[in-house]
């Protein structure tokens, strides 16, 4: 049954606009497939959702769009602003509504990472972020359940690994992820890296603080660092430890190295502030963040978003999601904007009671700090260009492949399938996916082949094919309310690696299952870098350097690296396991204390009966049949 948008219900919305109470909260917008498409926030609830259906020429086509499709309002009361500040941006992240303002997870851009989650953190650069989920619970939604702290994303990746090194140089703080000796500390330790993490050498919370000053570098803290250090260097100097105060000087110089070719000329120094501007067309946003502190430039931020937003609400979007993951002693006392914010009121309050000071938000107009607004937006542009040449590439050859494979449209999501394996052993499969022309690699899936009949010393990929194809689409046959044709996980191009032979397999499959008519499915083969169409004997005649061809040979390409890389750790795991799985009495889970207790088959070969039965799960009988294994009378 078809259910009415509010606006052609009118009796139905003015009875859930009454329902909403004229409190601080967050509302969710759904469609007639019970999907939320739009979260937002306000001070009054009900106020803000009515003024979303009153006849205006001031609501921009985006808005028009989204109420022609509202069948449902919800909402939730807050006690605070703040909470429904904090509480709209969880949600967002969780639901990831269409009309909402959504920042991309551009992989392009690198992040510091540091594991506070562990007793002895590690601090390392990665291009992931992993946000923990909404809570069920509101209060504890409100707060950040994930201790790992990031830090980012940086533009500049070099100079990040720079600060990084320099700062591993400084600081002795834990070098490797994995201890290199079981009973004893690496030549990191001997020269000075490491104070000995692998053999706790070190107490957790002497650990805890050098690692908080790393922490401080990457706030933005240094001068106040610096400070900090230079007091701890004078009182050890009193105290006539002079080896320390001259560990504690050559950290000094070398934190002051960090900025020294970093300066920003203002002419108040002593203020720290954010400053954040955009550049945009009808694709791109680019949007940069300068982090200024004491007058130097300690930080440069990027993000991205969809473009079909006011600027006003994206730079809303980018502070309060930016400022959620924030320590307080991070958050500067003034923010310079490019436009206007919506709701800077209520994220300007969310910031004040966050730091425990007043923040203020201003859209300098004149004189220094609208000069700075106008070189953060400078930098955007730059970053606009660059992608606007890369969308373009992608664009040619999206083109290009329409017009090899003669396809109505151009291919916005194409997915690549490829099998790996060691004449038929721990065979896997991989599937990438490409949209509008660039890696998805939030898409990207492994498969193991189940196949009985795929087994060592007998390959079969083209069985292995049909049953990978199989699985992937197995739930639009499984449930066939679920649409396909405008649906975003269904491909508009699938690519096989291979020739005739493995493109017949995957036709087959998806012939027997009805899904062959809404689906375009190609190969391509290494050798000649030939194109395969259903039902054709011949290739296409193309120039494998043409972009279209290039283009597959791209997701080709991955999809090999994919499962390869996949199939490779699968053989390196059997590997590992294989002296374990002969051992009577000791199965998957212990297996799996075992090897997390001492890293390696190695190091359990090595232990006594007392260190195995030390080992939660290990008994005394158990221990022995270990041991017995490993010396064997």
């Not at 690296?561 to 009577?584: C, M, N, W």
């Not at 075992?594 to 939660?616: C, K, N, P, W």
Request: hydrophobic share 35%.
């Amino acid at each position: 049954m078809t259910i009415l948008p509010l606006v052609k219900n009118p009796e139905k919305l003015e009875s859930r606009l009454t329902e909403i109470p004229a409190q601080p909260g967050v509302y969710l917008m759904r469609d007639n497939s019970d999907r939320i498409i739009y979260i937002g926030k306000s001070r009054k609830l009900r106020s803000r959702v009515r003024s979303y259906f009153r006849d205006s020429t001031n609501k921009t086509e985006r808005i028009h769009k989204m109420v022609r499709q509202v069948t449902e309002i919800e909402f939730i009361v807050t006690d605070t602003e703040a909470e429904a500040l904090a509480l709209e941006a969880n949600l967002i992240k969780q639901h990831q509504p269409y009309f909402n303002v959504l920042l991309k997870d551009d992989k392009k851009y690198p992040y510091v990472c540091i594991t506070w989650s562990e007793n002895y953190p590690q601090i390392f650069i990665t291009r992931k972020r992993k946000l923990g989920k909404l809570k069920d619970n509101l209060k504890d939604s409100l707060k950040d359940n994930l201790k790992d702290k990031y830090y980012g994303p940086y533009t500049d990746s070099s100079l990040l690994r720079e600060v990084l090194h320099t700062c591993k140089r400084i600081f002795p703080i834990r070098q490797r992820q994995q201890p290199l000796f079981k009973d004893r500390p690496c030549l990191n330790y001997d020269i000075g890296r490491c104070p000995g993490v692998c053999q706790q050498l070190i107490s957790v919370q002497e650990y805890h603080k050098v690692v908080q000053k790393i922490a401080m570098v990457f706030q933005g803290r240094i001068e106040e660092l610096i400070e900090t250090l230079t007091a701890q260097m004078v009182a050890a100097s009193e105290e006539l430890n002079f080896e320390t105060a001259a560990k504690i000087r050559d950290q000094i110089i070398g934190l002051k190295s960090l900025t020294s070719h970093q300066k920003v000329s203002l002419p108040d120094d002593t203020i720290s502030r954010d400053a954040v501007a955009l550049a945009r067309d009808d694709r791109h946003t680019c949007i940069q963040l300068f982090q200024i502190r004491a007058g130097k430039l300690v930080g440069r931020l990027a993000f991205t978003a969809n473009a079909d937003h006011e600027p006003g609400e994206i730079l809303q979007r980018v502070l309060e999601e930016h400022y959620q993951i924030t320590e307080a002693v991070e958050i500067p006392l003034e923010i310079l904007v490019q436009y206007e914010l919506p709701d800077g009121d209520i994220l300007g309050n969310f910031l004040t009671e966050k730091k425990g000071r007043k923040v203020t938000i201003i859209a300098p107009q004149r004189q220094s700090k609208a000069e700075l607004i106008e070189m953060v937006e400078k930098n955007a542009k730059y970053e606009l260009e660059r992608m606007q040449r890369l969308s373009n590439s992608n664009q040619k050859s999206l083109e290009d492949l329409v017009d090899i494979l003669d396809l109505t449209e151009l291919p916005r999501r194409i997915e690549g399938y490829d099998i790996s394996h060691i004449q038929g052993s721990n065979a896997v499969g991989s599937q990438v996916v490409f949209i509008d022309g660039l890696p998805a690699k939030q898409y990207y899936r492994h498969y193991k082949i189940k196949n009985p009949d795929v087994t060592i010393g007998h390959s079969d990929d083209f069985a292995s094919l049909a049953e990978v194809i199989h699985r992937r689409f197995r739930k639009y046959i499984e449930d066939p309310k679920l649409t396909r044709i405008g649906n975003n996980d269904w491909p508009d191009l699938v690519m096989i690696d291979g020739g005739k032979g493995q493109l017949s397999s995957v036709i087959n499959i998806l012939s027997e299952m009805g899904l062959l008519a809404d689906l375009k499915v190609v190969s391509l083969a290494k050798k000649r870098e030939e194109i395969f169409l259903p039902g054709e004997s011949q290739p296409l005649e193309t120039d494998p350097e043409q972009p279209g061809v290039q283009l597959l040979r791209r997701l080709r390409d991955e999809a090999h690296r994919f499962a390869v890389t996949f199939h490779r750790q699968q053989r390196s795991e059997k590997f590992t396991r294989s002296h374990l799985d002969q051992i009577p009495g000791l199965g998957k889970h212990r297996q799996k204390l075992l090897l997390g207790h001492f890293r390696s088959v190695d190091y359990i070969r090595e232990a006594t009966l007392t260190q195995l039965m030390e080992v939660s799960g290990i008994g005394k009988k158990l221990a022995e049949e270990i041991y017995d294994y490993f010396h064997p009378q």
